[in-house]
């Protein structure tokens, strides 16, 4: 393998170390690894044949650039492109739009983030960009040591975004070797030039390498270990190892790690994630396991652009938790046990508890801040619930739909802070609100007919609905009518406090799936819902998303007559297992979904079975003619090497001399012409400064041929110095055989790589571009000496003028 080749692959294997880094950055940490390894390929692939052209070497970084640009584009919009290979203003407003959706998911999203296809753009062409310039500074220009900029920036954007800088060690352990083999690679190729000492295998080489790789590692452990023992500039890489980072919560303001977890950010990527995870599962003395909800947090502060958990008072967790918030003291109610176990895909500063949370049993209770308000419990000092499993106690409140018709007002220290609204909601919030309750008197059958309102009145869920709560989000929604749980909760909420109810959001779990009271709560199960608040009863649940959760009992009785029969959905046969797909239509719950009896299914199918047909449509056809173009393209200097061989050594037949029909000058020349190429394209370039003789004797010796490959190569150079010098000469017999016996010999001492590089790639091929120059050179020659002839034409009766008028 050439130097060069080398250098090639260690820029390569280099850069997909570094990108390993950006790992910690995705939920699936190894999500973009296959888009990511392959433009890092396509990069060096298109280096290296670049590289062998006759180029110069200023066009080989942008022409790289350019080819990896349209596999990037070729491998995300692909479907955008015209004939789905061409790019047009089509693609390119795609990948606008990508971009811009990436830089959405950037502002929203939270660390560790869903592989959303803006993302993906960004960061897989940010690999793409790195692999170029790594490419080209450390092969095209040979700079292997400026060549770790580019991947010292890649490391040091994913150390600036993870949550942990401190875990990163391990990732810089790998771009480091990476780095490391590079610059080795090409301190390598410099002691070659200086010299043989270095190939050699005496003590002044191995003295040397042993050296380089002692530096090399004594400047890595350094880099490592130097910043544990320097107080002044901080713990360095090994921070968080052993401990916690102190982030999340450990100021005692209760705010948590507001990084971690943007509790509707979070919410959106588990629903929109095409991978349902578990998350955490429970078990529960609760006789109606389907109806208990894990609440993480309340949302309570709508600042008219989006709701937000506003203002917590978090203190440490304390061995007695209050009564909860709003429960009268004599009211009945159930206390139910469940014990939780959080997996590794979970990693959140919130606890998962039912509400309301009575008591709590975790480890590490110092590490855990406890808010009254919202009945939750934070970590702090980067305490986490990831892998986490403990006890918690909630009070099942029983209350009957009469119960909480007749319930009092709120008191004002509930109404002042639980009723707030902007002032830039969109009338038709209210007005819609005053509608759908025209004729309730109470605040619960208020709640109720909001609740039916959404459950029945043609909303769809869609997740793919951009995951806004401000208030022209709400007009939108409530015009369009479309969305998933966060716009039915949040505007369930803001028409609740139009009409007085105190309300706030809740974001947690869905019941999840099981059998009676042990279940699996997954990502599809995250979940948004409305909380109203009913003096002498707290805090109630309602549930106004379509086929999603379980409505609470309290909410489906209707004891007072209305104008129009109830269409709530009965909670007796709750979802099994909430979707994160969106669904066409209200109608459609996922029992159906599950047994294929959706329509919006049945037509994808008949789609499907369909699909063959692509072929024979125009864009199929034009697709399949530019792959066989491609093919054709590629496959073309096999053809032209092979159908030259056979023209110049007879087409299969030995060129005669002594014993047949004398060979002519050309014939010889074509011979020796097909060796030197035979050679070249098996790595050993002509040396026009040699005589046959000379160039034959030192095929012979860098290729290390036989006696009898090195006497045939030697033949073809005699004849050919014949021909080239004296008055007459006479080919010796079987010249053609000759040179198939030095070409046979060429092929068994190279490399596979060299033999199937010749064969696909010969190097001689540039000989084409080389006669297409010289063609072109020609005809500029010709076109200027017809134009210099054309101006003479027009310019000679004005000469023979101007001498009449002298």
């Given at each position: 393998m ?30 973009l690894?296959?888009h ?28 790289q650039?350019?080819?990896v ?37 950037i502002?929203?999203?939270?660390i ?18 790195v692999?170029?310039l ?8 040979r ?7 580019p ?16 875990g990163?060690?391990?990732w810089f ?11 080795y ?9 200086w ?23 004594i400047?890595l ?7 544990v023992?320097?107080?002044a ?10 401990g ?14 507001e ?6 950010v ?9 991978d349902?995870t578990p998350?955490?599962s ?15 947090a309340?949302?309570?502060e ?7 958990p ?12 209050p ?7 004599n ?21 998962p508890?039912p ?10 209770t ?5 808010d ?7 970590g702090?000092n ?8 403990y ?29 707030g ?9 209210a007005?819609?609100?005053k509608?759908?309750?025209k004729?309730?008197?109470t605040?619960?059958?208020?709640a109720?007919?909001?609740?039916q309102?959404f459950?029945?009145?043609g909303?769809?869920?869609?997740t793919?609905?951009?995951a806004?709560t ?36 809740a974001?947690?779990f869905?019941?999840?799936?099981g059998n009676g009271?042990?279940r699996v709560?997954r ?12 003096d002498?009863?707290?805090?109630m649940?309602?549930?106004?998303t ?18 129009a ?10 979802s ?5 797909q969106?669904?066409?239509s209200s ?8 047994i294929?009896?959706c329509a919006d299914e049945?037509?994808?199918?008949a789609h ?20 066989l173009?491609?093919l ?8 032209w ?11 299969g037949?030995?060129l ?13 020349l ?7 190429d ?6 050993i ?10 160039a ?15 006497a ?14 004296a008055?007459?000469s006479?080919a ?6 000759d040179v ?17 590089r010749?064969?696909?790639l ?5 000989r ?6 010289d ?9 200027a ?18 001498k009449?008028?002298?």
């Amino acid at each position: 393998m050439t130097t060069r080749a080398k250098l090639t692959l260690c820029a390569a294997l280099a850069t997909a170390l570094a990108a390993l880094c950006l790992s910690p950055l995705f939920r699936d940490s190894f999500a973009l690894a296959p888009h990511g390894l392959l433009m890092i390929a396509v990069t060096a692939g298109a280096g290296a044949g670049l590289r062998a052209l006759p180029l110069p070497r200023a066009l080989v970084t942008p022409l790289q650039l350019l080819v990896v640009l349209y596999v990037l584009m070729l491998t995300t919009v692909q479907s955008a492109m015209s004939f789905g290979v061409l790019p047009g203003p089509g693609a390119l407003d795609a990948v606008s739009t990508l971009l811009s959706s990436g830089g959405t998911d950037i502002q929203e999203y939270a660390i560790p983030a869903p592989a959303t296809d803006g993302l993906r753009l960004i960061v897989v062409g940010a690999i793409a960009l790195v692999a170029v310039l790594v490419d080209a500074l450390a092969v095209t220009y040979r700079r292997a040591a400026a060549a770790g900029l580019p991947l010292l920036a890649l490391y040091s954007v994913a150390g600036g975004l993870v949550d942990s800088p401190g875990g990163m060690w391990l990732w810089f352990l790998f771009g480091a070797a990476g780095f490391l083999a590079l610059l080795y690679t090409e301190g390598q190729d410099r002691l070659t030039r200086w010299g043989r000492v270095f190939h050699g295998t005496g003590r002044s080489a191995v003295t040397l390498s042993n050296g380089g790789r002692r530096i090399g590692v004594i400047a890595l452990a350094a880099a490592l270990l130097l910043p544990v023992f320097a107080p002044a500039v901080g713990p360095g890489l090994f921070g968080s190892v052993g401990g916690h980072s102190g982030e999340g919560g450990g100021n005692g303001n209760g705010k948590g790690d507001e990084r971690s977890l943007n509790l509707v950010v979070a919410l959106t990527a588990n629903l929109r994630s095409s991978d349902d995870t578990p998350l955490l599962s429970f078990s529960t003395d609760a006789p109606d396991a389907d109806q208990l909800y894990l609440r993480i947090a309340a949302l309570s502060e709508f600042n008219g652009q989006e709701w937000l958990p506003g203002e917590q008072n978090a203190q440490p967790l304390p061995a007695t938790v209050p009564a909860p918030e709003g429960l009268a003291p004599n009211l009945p109610t159930t206390t139910v046990r469940t014990k939780v176990t959080v997996t590794e895909q979970l990693s959140t500063a919130w606890l998962p508890m039912p509400y309301p949370m009575s008591w709590l049993e975790v480890p590490n209770t110092g590490n855990w801040r406890f808010d009254p308000a919202g009945r939750t419990v934070s970590g702090a000092n980067g305490q986490k619930s990831k892998g986490l499993t403990y006890s918690v106690g909630s009070v099942a409140v029983n209350a009957t739909p009469a119960q909480l018709r007749a319930a009092g007002p709120a008191p004002e220290d509930i109404t002042k802070r639980y009723l707030g609204l902007p002032s830039n909601l969109p009338p038709v919030v209210a007005e819609t609100a005053k509608d759908v309750t025209k004729g309730k008197s109470t605040p619960y059958d208020q709640a109720v007919a909001l609740q039916q309102y959404f459950t029945s009145g043609g909303f769809t869920y869609n997740t793919k609905i951009e995951a806004r709560t401000g208030p022209d989000a709400i007009a939108k929604f409530l015009q369009d009518k479309e969305g998933f749980c966060v716009h039915f909760a949040a505007t369930m909420a803001a028409m609740s406090r139009s009409l007085g109810i105190p309300a706030r959001v809740a974001i947690g779990f869905t019941p999840g799936t099981g059998n009676g009271t042990d279940r699996v709560v997954r990502s599809s199960n995250y979940h948004a819902w409305p909380e109203l608040y009913f003096d002498g009863y707290g805090w109630m649940r309602f549930e106004p998303t379509p086929n999603r959760g379980s409505t609470p009992l309290y909410s489906v009785q209707q004891t007072t007559p209305t104008s129009a029969p109830s269409a709530a959905p009965s909670s007796a046969a709750p979802s099994d297992q909430p979707s994160a797909q969106p669904s066409s239509s209200s109608s459609c719950p996922p029992q159906q979904h599950r047994i294929g009896d959706c329509a919006d299914e049945q037509a994808q199918a008949a789609h499907q079975g369909d699909s063959t047909s692509w072929w024979l449509s125009w864009p199929g056809l034009v697709t399949v003619l530019a792959v066989l173009l491609l093919l054709a393209a590629l496959a073309f200097p096999l053809l032209w090497r092979t159908r030259l061989r056979r023209r110049r050594l007879g087409a299969g037949r030995h060129l005669s001399g002594a014993d047949g029909p004398r060979l002519t000058d050309e014939q010889v020349l074509a011979a020796w012409a097909e060796l030197v190429d035979s050679a070249w394209d098996l790595g050993i370039p002509p040396d026009e400064a040699r005589t046959p003789r000379n160039a034959a004797r030192r095929l012979a010796e860098d290729a290390g041929l036989d006696a009898d490959a090195a006497a045939a190569a030697g033949r073809v150079a005699l004849a050919t110095e014949r021909v080239m010098y004296a008055r007459e000469s006479e080919a010796p017999a079987h010249l053609g055989g000759d040179v198939r016996t030095a070409r046979q010999a060429l092929l068994v001492r190279a490399t596979r790589t060299r033999r199937l590089r010749a064969l696909l790639l010969p190097a001689s091929a540039v000989r084409l571009w080389w006669r297409a120059q010289d063609r072109a050179a020609a005809r500029r020659e010709r076109t200027a000496e017809r134009a210099a002839a054309v101006r003479a034409a027009l310019a000679r009766p004005f000469r023979r003028r101007k001498k009449e008028q002298e």
